[in-house]
């Protein structure tokens, strides 16, 4: 079992910036695929980011198109977490933002992820 906690959601206005945390206990989730989703309300959770290992110790990162460019996934695996940079924040972006960990790569749905976090709401104000 992985269990996650995302941290560092919060409240910001229109072009600004937070940085969200996902903290991973139970496993080493450093060969794990980890993903970002984000759920608004009355909406269906939607894929934001995802990072998957390849061999060589290098990862492969994807992005949703409505944040390409502005949101960067990354990991820091001496602290068995993963991040999620976001930068230029739109009102748009308000969510509830989950973490997750599986074992597809590359994964971009919800059903091809095993364990997730509680998750962190994010608000952007114009």
């Known amino acids: 079992q992985v269990q996650l906690v995302e941290s560092g959601g919060g409240w910001v206005q229109a072009g600004g910036s937070l940085r969200l945390s996902c903290a991973a206990s139970?496993?080493?989730?450093?060969?794990?695929?980890m993903g970002w989703f984000r759920q608004a309300p009355g909406k269906e959770r939607e894929f934001v980011a995802t990072?998957?290992?390849?061999?060589?110790?290098?990862?492969?990162?994807d992005y949703a198109d409505s944040v390409n460019g502005r949101f960067t996934i990354y990991r820091d695996n001496a602290k068995n977490s993963v991040y999620l940079q976001m930068n230029s924040l739109k009102p748009e972006d308000t969510a509830v933002y989950y973490c997750?960990?599986?074992?597809?790569?590359?994964?971009?749905?919800?059903?091809?992820?095993?364990?997730w976090g509680q998750g962190t709401q994010v608000t952007v104000s114009s």
């Open positions: 997750a960990a599986g074992t597809v790569s590359s994964a971009i749905t919800t059903l091809q992820y095993d364990f």
């Open positions: 990072t998957t290992w390849r061999r060589g110790n290098t990862y492969y990162a």
């Open positions: 139970g496993r080493t989730v450093s060969s794990y695929t």
